[in-house]
């Protein structure tokens, strides 16, 4: 080996150790040398404490939390005054989400949000931990229903999809629910948006009070009838409009079979005027609330 390959040969080596480093990683370790220490500083935690959430923290970055994420969430956690096990738990839960390659978005969002609100710490330990359940029963779901023919054109669509399954799961809609809904898009050769969007409209339904029984049945009909994703929307804006008016999400549900208003699709473009046309654009879509990523 010559004099020039010997000298090259360890910057060659330290170039390739930096584009094997994810760049998260690279990013923790310019913006946090000495990991989260700072941030713990102003804490009550005691000496102890703070060096075990730090490590967990470092940890939690480097299996691919985002350093921001970690460090909003200890500095609500400390404003709040939470216990350093009640930490830990918001940090397994966001490293183990993400170790086993499910959406860590509506987890880290649901910590965060939960903390800035005020909610008690344990609680939004309890929900996040139950989230992140959910999203592990519903990839298996979605990835079914992908394998069965209903292809993601962009990538993020199994993401979206698997968001709204477990949001579903959540809402107590039953897995065999969200199946048949799957089971309704595929037949009509639909797409795994209109998937998304059906489970997102039944959530939405039983969020609002309805039974998630009746919930599944009435989108599920509306996808066997051809419904597009805007006809479900027309669906939540009309059930929207009724629940504003004092109706029981229930008994829109009702009115919706007597008046027939799911014989054809289309109603998006109907404008469902009956009962809709001093609340147009009042619907709050089929979202469950909050920012999920």
Same mark, same amino acid.
């Given at each position: 080996m010559t004099k020039t390959n010997i000298t090259l040969w360890p910057m060659t080596l330290v170039l390739l150790l930096l584009f094997a480093m994810?760049?998260?990683?690279?990013?923790?370790?310019?913006?946090?040398?000495?990991g989260f220490s700072k941030v713990l500083e102003t804490s009550t935690l005691s000496r102890t404490e703070q060096a075990e959430v730090n490590a967990k923290a470092v940890n939690a970055v480097s299996a691919g939390v985002p350093p921001e994420d970690v460090e909003v969430i200890l500095s609500r956690a400390i404003n709040r005054k939470t216990d350093a096990g009640t930490i830990n738990r918001f940090l397994d839960t966001s490293m183990s989400t993400k170790k086993e390659g499910l959406p860590l978005g509506p987890v880290v969002d649901r910590i965060e949000q939960g903390l800035s609100k005020g909610v008690p710490p344990e609680r939004i330990a309890a929900a996040s931990e139950r989230l992140a359940a959910k999203l592990a029963e519903a990839r298996p779901l979605v990835d079914s229903l992908i394998r069965d023919g209903m292809t993601p054109k962009r990538s993020a669509e199994r993401e979206e999809a698997i968001k709204s399954s477990a949001r579903a799961l959540e809402k107590s809609i039953p897995a065999e629910e969200l199946k048949g809904m799957g089971t309704a898009v595929r037949d009509k050769r639909g797409s795994l948006p209109l998937f998304t969007g059906a489970v997102d409209t039944a959530t939405y339904f039983a969020g609002s009070g309805m039974p998630a029984a009746t919930a599944s049945r009435l989108v599920r009909n509306a996808v066997d009838k051809g419904y597009s994703t805007r006809d479900l929307d027309s669906m939540v804006k009309h059930v929207d409009a009724e629940v504003k008016r004092g109706t029981r999400a229930e008994e829109a549900a009702a009115k919706m /079979?007597?008046?027939?208003?799911?014989?054809?699709?289309?109603?998006?473009?109907? /404008?469902?005027r009956s009962g809709m046309m001093n609340n147009r654009g009042a619907g709050t879509g089929p979202g469950m609330g909050g920012h999920m990523r």
């Open positions: 994810p760049s998260w990683t690279i990013a923790a370790e310019k913006i946090y040398p000495d /079979d007597r008046e027939n208003m799911q014989n054809e699709p289309g109603m998006d473009r109907r /404008d469902m």
